[in-house]
Nanobody, 124 residues
Framework: QVQLVESGGGLVQAGGSLRLSCLAS????????MGWFRQAPGKERQFVAA????????YDADSVKGRFTISRDNAKNTLYLQMNSLKPEDTAVYYC?????????????????WGQGTQVTVSS
């Protein structure tokens, strides 16, 4: 199995930027499709972005298109989420997750491994 630890969350003003990281350990990171999800207070967890095991293919939720970029460095066993032009509605706990599905997937049930989450708060 794989263990995931997110970092990089914090408090930022609207319009600002943050970069989240997710460090993986355990089984080979490069064999997993990876995804970012988020959960705002009182809401269900939702898909944010996903990336194929090689990094050649990505998929973003409409709500973050053009503002967030998912990437990975397989040599460093690390997944990233660059978040620009942040809005108050981006406030949530952000989770990284690993899937054995071969292509980027939005389906939470496809992800077997999850991190503990990192809080992102965007003030207006």
């Amino acid at each position: 199995q794989v263990q995931l630890v997110e970092s990089g969350g914090g408090l930022v003003q609207a319009g600002g930027s943050l970069r989240l990281s997710c460090l993986a350990s355990g089984r080979t990171f490069s064999s997993y499709t990876m995804g970012w999800f988020r959960q705002a207070p009182g809401k269900e967890r939702q898909f944010v972005a996903a990336i194929s095991f090689s990094g050649s293919s990505t998929y973003d939720a409409d709500s973050v298109k053009g503002r967030f970029t998912i990437s990975r460095d397989n040599a460093k066993n690390t997944l990233y989420l660059q978040m620009n032009s942040l809005k108050p509605e981006d406030t949530a706990v952000y989770y990284c997750a690993a899937s054995s599905v071969a292509i980027p997937t939005t389906v939470q049930g496809h992800y077997a491994y999850w991190g503990q989450g990192t809080q992102v708060t965007v003030s207006s």
